[in-house]
């Protein structure tokens, strides 16, 4: 617990109303997105500026606690889950876009913005920025970039790091860093700005971010095409990538996620397939007429039972939906939801699905299988009861199995989401000593009394050197929950 | 000096074969391609295998000796010339292609490949790597992802970062770490892969790199346009961009460059001309043909003196001459070319040009300028005689200004050379003090010894702590020969 003294001075940095600490308060802010991962923090810290937040941390260094930054809570790996002896920093309300620079394709703006607000103030003035998380009406751009998020349109357009120019930093010692800029190339020193991105908020505390955005394309075409085998779907997409063709989005669904996603949309999908395929080309208008067509030719010769192409906007936001439901359907099914994110090289990404529809009957498990076929990053679902302890210790042996196949496979165990929390035990395993290694070093020398958000993605020191620190407590805890210790 | 009992030691590891010593070998490798930087090395070490590296670096640690690793020795920041104390790694014998792999549009390399053997192979199955800078029949992929190297298609394509998929390691203490992988998504960990890139060998020696290929655009149409005023070509450059045309190459010459380019390769460009830009989109062949069609409009608008398409390949290769020829045709004039890289957002060459010709102007020197007016990264070009020391002293007056100039633009001091032992000042000068002192902590974490590369991008210890490191001796020479002390 923080003593009453330290919460007194974090009140008078930030201002009593921007301090909570109300048991409802610290209830709303003791979980994230993520199942299973719950801790109170001892309040949440609202700051209204950039000094507040270097304050903030000069006094977690001086009285020993713990810093978690927070913005909308929709990451899937405990990334913002508190530790013990925390605070939250409450980031939400820094949700301003300061500058849309038309001649250098660029964009400032706080962490706090939605991730759809942006594409809509960008795409109003012909420009997109690419970066589109399943959760993006209400994640945040600082989430993204402290996440490294991906999203539907990874394969053409790459993710969030791709897209950062610049970031104003909180260093944990609450020295102020301003790193990159309007340059497109830049190679001045350590890229400080890419390595902040994708730190899941361990390293820094994001409060400006510079993005870069490109034109809008033209035109653009989605369709959704139907298969009765699986097989000939995941063929289709090799074939897809094999024609040179990169389409903005190559999403599959199977058929428990189709059941799920009819039951709860009524888009009017027929529930008998084994899979489908969502795929949107844009670009400029002739590109797209020859792409769709040679697309619809390789899904009729690898047995598509339909190709649905919506005519117009409208219909191809219907067809859009069949995917981004995909989450919310299949989280009504069962009280808990275990999405993981599983990613295997572009080719392995049959033999994976494959792996995993055995693992789940192996342990007499429903999954549903989602995800961004094109770029390999899969959604492997798991809908259980996190009441029904006996089953919640199968589906984390079948996790456990699932992560080892992807990275025997030369893929990863965590394509978007992050480690945090949730898969710091599978990254000790799958990264490798020296790796690890080498980031305790580097945390270590940027933030030596571990005070902002400790604990996530590895643990603070190996597991030999004596005790646990105590706020690894709680993962602990839940580790041993599995079959893991 | 080394003594020569680790020369031994040394010797042992590698074969005496692979280790030289001769007065003439330690002259080959005591530059690079940056002027005006020498420093003879004590031995050269040619490692054979990755182990082989390891042992050098441990043994570095224990004897305590500098390690300088080097590639073709083409950069231009003095980032491969040797410091006090040291030996030279030499890596450019690593060239071996190690698979293609079409599947997953990735290809593991050693890092003595040169660029633009590992274009043809890559080519020739009909993909694309698009890093191409300006060296690259010389230069090494390992050297482009120590400096993050940019290049000719940085505008659509990005630079090198933008392509690393993996990397295999050795850190500064023996350890080997492979990083990254096949999966275009990976967010496990903090990306280590990422902190590498671009960090001028001082935090690892690169031994395998796996990298992104694209399939190779379809079609391409290049063209050379004369003006008769820079500002309408700079006019241009930015209409182009607000067009929403993202060309391949844009590039421009001004005239003293166009004279020398002329002299030197013969290829019947007007030398009254005041500016050219090198213009190539590529693409699918209906979007070539309207993209070429709209950017000959607007150069017409911008009252081009003339537009020359190639009609081929042939003709295409040789109007790119005129741009790849320029640092050559410059470097012929007078015994000394010192080219720079400050870059500028976009919106900022027009001004910046105009900077940088009355900053010449001042100083009384003869300046060639070219470069990437696309991405905003120029090449300003001092045409000099190191042994004429006043005119030396004036030059580097007029690159801190320039340099000032690009960074109070919003630019940066080098888009895409690096910062090596020739910059080094101008980043203490223009990152900040906290950016130093985060680099400074993050190389203290992983280098405890400084063994790799030291005193290279930032010296090893603020200056106020105490004398200056050994090995920062020749750096303080070289400084103090300016007027920047």
Redo the contacts between chains.
């Keep these: 617990m923080i003593p009453q003294a330290t919460l007194s001075k974090l009140r008078s940095i930030v201002g009593k109303e921007n301090f909570l600490d109300s048991p409802e308060d610290k209830i709303s802010y003791s979980y994230d997105g993520t199942p299973l991962l719950k801790q109170l923090p001892d309040g949440i810290a609202i700051p209204r500026s950039v000094e507040h937040i270097a304050q903030i941390l000069k006094l977690a260094n001086e009285d020993g606690f713990a810093v978690v930054p927070r913005g909308s809570g929709s990451g899937l790996s405990g990334g913002s889950v508190p530790v013990e002896n925390s605070i939250v920093l409450l980031m939400n309300q820094w949700n301003r876009i300061l500058e849309i ?6 964009v400032w703006v706080e962490p706090g913005v939605i991730t759809a607000t942006l594409h809509e103030a960008t795409e109003a003035l ?1 420009f997109l920025y690419p970066p589109d998380p399943g959760s993006s009406t209400i994640c945040t751009i600082g989430g993204n970039v402290a ?2 998020a ?1 999203g539907l349109r ?2 053409k357009y ?2 969030t ?2 897209y950062v120019l610049g970031l104003e930093v909180v ?1 944990p010692n609450g ?5 990159g ?12 700005k ?2 902040l ?3 899941e908020g361990t390293l820094g505390v994001i409060t400006r971010v510079l993005l870069k955005l ?3 394309p033209e035109a653009s075409k989605t369709m959704l095409v139907f298969y009765d085998k699986l097989s000939d779907s995941a063929e289709t997409v ?1 074939d897809i ?2 024609s ?1 063709i ?1 389409p903005a989005a190559l999403e599959f669904l199977d058929n428990t996620t189709i059941k799920c996603v009819e039951d709860y949309a009524h888009l009017g999908l027929p529930t008998t397939i084994q899979s489908l395929l969502l795929i949107e080309v844009d ?2 208008p ?2 797209v007429e ?1 792409d769709a067509a040679k697309i619809i030719e390789l899904c009729k010769k690898h047995n598509a039972r339909e190709v649905r192409v919506a005519a117009n906007a409208q219909e191809a936001l219907k067809l859009r939906t069949a995917r981004k439901a995909a989450f919310s359907a299949l989280a009504r099914v069962r009280p808990t939801t275990i999405l993981e994110d599983a ?5 392995e990404v049959a033999p994976m699905l494959e792996r995993i529809e055995s693992i789940a009957s192996k342990y007499n498990l429903t999954f549903g299988n989602f995800g ?1 076929a094109g ?3 899969l959604h492997p679902t798991c809908l259980t009861d996190e009441r029904d302890t006996a089953e919640i210790h199968r589906a984390e042996k079948a996790f456990d199995e699932i992560f080892t196949e992807a990275v025997k496979m ?10 945090g929390l949730a ?1 710091m035990r599978f ?1 000790e395993k ?3 000593d ?6 305790r ?2 945390k ?3 933030d030596p009394n571990g005070i902002l958000n400790p604990g996530k ?2 643990s603070l020191k190996p597991r030999c050197e004596g005790p646990m620190p105590k706020n690894q407590e709680q993962v602990k805890k839940f580790l041993e929950m599995g079959a893991f210790t």
């Design positions: 620079d038309r001649q250098n394709l660029a012909g996440e490294n991906g990874g394969l790459g993710v790091k791709n260093l020295d102020i860093v301003m790193t800029g309007k340059s497109v190339k830049d190679v001045a020193g350590y890229n400080l890419d390595w991105v994708g730190s490109i034109p809008k090799s990538i094999a040179k990169t670009g400029r002739s590109v020859e990613t295997v090289p572009r080719s961004h770029d390999g990053n030369g893929g990863t165990i965590t394509g978007e989401h992050g480690v898969k990254l799958s990264a490798g020296v790796a690890i290694d080498m980031m070093r580097i270590q020398s940027l993605i590895f």
